[in-house]
């Protein structure tokens, strides 16, 4: 509305148009100047009835959002003054820095007769009418006010940054806080998302996310670097020994002022008294880059039919040998007495990346144990090696000399290893490259390091890569952590939940890998004594495996060293599993887990639940009838009869005519023996039927 006593404006219906559009709608304006400047340029002044200070700043909150522009303080006024209560000059911001756009903004408040104060005296009409908030606004900018540029350079909404704040509380990442915030603005904004996407203020920057993110975890966890980290991290790991009741993390300074930290949670020291594996072998590896004063986090972890679990996580400012040495020292003054299975001496293998440092460390602090080389490890070292352009290997000769290095490692026998060894020496492409020959002889020097002891088909790529994956995933979010205390923080929190949630969930997601043990027929599986049994092939009828329980090792190639294989899982499952071989989903691997997980036992009934029947139950038809027991050909032939009839009963279902047409098609245009034996075994496995709602027969079980 116009002023009825100072008004001033040449073409008062224009004025209030071009006015609309800017202010906010929410609020009664009183217009006292106007002055047009062009066609969208002009100097107004305006009165609205606002007398607190908190419905001036909330009157330009909204002002922002309505006009779409960004505006900046250039000038502020602690003492106001006798007739001000509150002031301040703003600036336009909406492009960029160091337009020189004339555009401002002022904001006046004038001072209300409070309780007990002197009547005021002031001539001003204004404030009889209760006028008191004065805007003076100079719109003369010398860019666009509405354009896609504009809006992101818009502030971020205080509804936005709870939203985002929200977000990270539940251990979202700046990235994935991101995603969730444009999803759900997607739902609401439908077909206007396009619009509403690019406004800042409802749908921030991922700089702005981050900056948030870290401005978050610097009030949680102190500073990022300098001498109050060393008292936010020794604050941090009192109160999580005090709140556990236990030392579980230390931390000291060495000689050379390198910062040591070492931690074993409570489900680590579980892993250490109760898994056996963690006294026979363990895999120590490292990451740097975790935070962003790039402190290395080294990881102990042991192997299991769960997936590697750890045992003990130390970080260090340093990767020399006198600083790991000095780490693994602190750890060990974690550690639970029965540490790795009670062998306090350290586990009796433990292998290890081509790291001189690790190695040494290692040495000093197991004496006892058997340092083993990674084979993976050693195979991308020299694909490195060869494709590195300062070895000088031409393009044509990498594959050649990678093949031969190749079967060096995979060499199955001692004999097989020589016999490698001597043809690589007097190959004619490699004797051209004598750095390749000697790098090969460093190699073959240390193979009792990596070719002698057998370890289970455990790879560190299987297990320590898979273990960091979960470091850079799960704990850190695939970001670096804001200090190494948020580090230690994600530690005893992000990675404890992981494994705890892997440990209680391993044994319905291990059930699938004793699946295929369905396809060996009881009759398959011959007991020659207590330890050694004989498994007839499921593909070739004239093949057989020797499986040792004792050893937990068969002839077939993947349980040659030890690894889990299909023939193993059948004698498992057909005479009892063995404490050699304890696969995911026996009921005493089931209690294990779970007290590993939990530090608490679970009931017999619960651990047996998801139990098949036994092989004396299965030939009695106990359980299941979808079973496949060695009952002769007069029981397939029933099964068989018994599948047609079922099939022919769901002619009365109209939804089934066609489907049972077309097979009765395709079995009629069989003409040959082996096109049908091929039809038989692919009969229900074709990919539309696994990706959609129906399963296999073999999922059933």
């Not at 409570?266 to 892993?271: A, H, I, L």
């Not at 970001?479 to 994600?490: C, G, N, R, W």
Request: aromatic share 10%; charged share 25%; with cysteine.
């Amino acid at each position: 509305m116009w002023c009825r006593t100072c008004s001033k404006a040449t073409d008062r219906e224009q004025s209030l148009v071009i006015l609309e559009k800017l202010l906010p709608q929410q609020y009664s304006h009183t217009v006292c100047n106007y002055g047009s400047l062009g066609d969208v340029n002009f100097r107004a002044s305006l009165k609205l009835k606002l007398s607190r200070e908190e419905e001036a700043k909330r009157w330009f909150e909204d002002f922002q959002s309505s006009s779409g522009l960004t505006w900046r303080t250039s000038k502020t006024y602690p003492n106001v003054g006798r007739y001000n209560k509150y002031r301040v000059d703003y600036r336009c911001r909406t492009i960029k820095r160091n337009t020189s756009c004339p555009a401002t903004l002022f904001l006046v408040l004038k001072r209300k007769q409070e309780l007990g104060e002197r009547k005021s005296r002031s001539g001003d009409t204004h404030m009889k009418d209760g006028l008191f908030l004065h805007v003076n606004l100079r719109n003369e900018h010398n860019h666009r006010g509405s354009c896609a540029q504009a809006l992101k350079r818009k502030d971020v909404s205080v509804e936005a940054i709870e939203r985002l704040k929200k977000l990270f509380e539940v251990r979202h990442s700046p990235t994935t806080a991101l995603d969730v915030l444009k999803y759900d603005l997607q739902k609401v904004e439908q077909d206007n998302y396009v619009y509403a996407a690019a406004d800042r203020s409802v749908c921030p920057d991922l700089q702005f996310c981050y900056r948030l993110y870290y401005k978050l975890f610097k009030k949680v966890h102190g500073t990022a670097a300098g001498a109050e980290t060393f008292a936010d991290l020794e604050k941090k790991l009192d109160e999580y020994n005090k709140e556990r009741g236990d030392v579980y993390a230390r931390m000291c300074q060495t000689d050379d002022n390198q910062l040591v930290i070492a931690i074993c949670t409570p489900m680590m020291r579980r892993v250490h008294a109760r898994l056996r594996e963690s006294g026979e072998m363990v895999f120590v590896d490292s990451s740097g880059n975790c935070d962003r004063h790039n402190h290395h986090l080294f990881l102990l972890v042991t192997p299991s039919s769960a997936g590697s679990l750890p045992l003990g996580v130390f970080i260090t400012t340093s990767k020399t040998q006198q600083t790991i040495s000095a780490a693994l020292e602190l750890l060990q003054t974690v550690f639970p007495p029965d540490r790795f299975f009670g062998h306090p001496d350290g586990p009796f293998v433990a292998v290890t990346g081509d790291c001189a440092a690790l190695r040494q460390a290692l040495t000093g602090a197991f004496p006892k144990a058997t340092l083993v080389h990674c084979v993976s490890t050693l195979f991308q070292a020299m694909w490195r090696w060869l494709w590195s352009s300062s070895n000088g290997v031409p393009k044509q000769h990498k594959p050649h000399l990678l093949k031969y290095f190749r079967d060096l490692l995979c060499a199955s026998t001692p004999a097989a290893l020589i016999e490698v060894y001597t043809r690589l020496m007097v190959d004619d492409i490699v004797l051209q490259h004598t750095k390749f020959v000697r790098h090969v002889q460093e190699v073959y020097k240390r193979r009792e390091e990596w070719a002698q002891l057998p370890t289970r088909g455990y790879h560190t790529n299987d297990y320590v890569e898979s273990a960091f994956r979960v470091v850079k995933e799960k704990l850190l979010l695939r970001m670096k952590a804001y200090s190494v205390t948020q580090l230690v923080d994600f530690v005893f929190t992000r990675l404890e939940a992981h494994y705890i949630h892997r440990l209680t969930d391993a044994p319905s997601n291990n059930l699938r890998k004793v699946m295929k043990t369905e396809d060996i027929w009881g009759d398959s599986v011959v007991q020659e004594d207590q330890d050694n049994y004989t498994v007839a092939s499921s593909s070739t009828a004239e093949e057989s495996y020797h499986v040792n329980t004792a050893i937990g090792c068969c002839t077939c190639p993947a349980g040659i060293h030890g690894g889990h294989c299909d023939h193993q899982s059948a004698v498992a499952r057909m005479f009892g599993p063995n404490e050699s071989f304890l696969h995911g989903s026996s009921p005493d691997t089931r209690k294990l887990y779970y007290h590993i997980a939990t530090g608490q036992d679970i009931a017999n009934e619960c651990c047996q639940m998801l139990d098949k029947p036994s092989l004396p139950e299965r030939a009695a038809g106990i359980g299941y009838t979808c079973c496949h027991p060695a009952t002769g050909e007069l029981s397939l032939k029933e099964r068989l009869h018994s599948m047609f009839v079922d099939i022919s009963k769901k002619l009365d279902n109209p939804d089934f005519t066609h489907p049972i047409a077309s097979f009765v098609r395709t079995y009629e245009s069989i003409k040959t023996d082996s096109a049908m034996v091929s039809a038989l075994c692919s009969f229900g496995k074709n990919p539309q039927t696994e990706a959609g709602g129906c399963k296999r027969p073999r999922d059933w079980l």
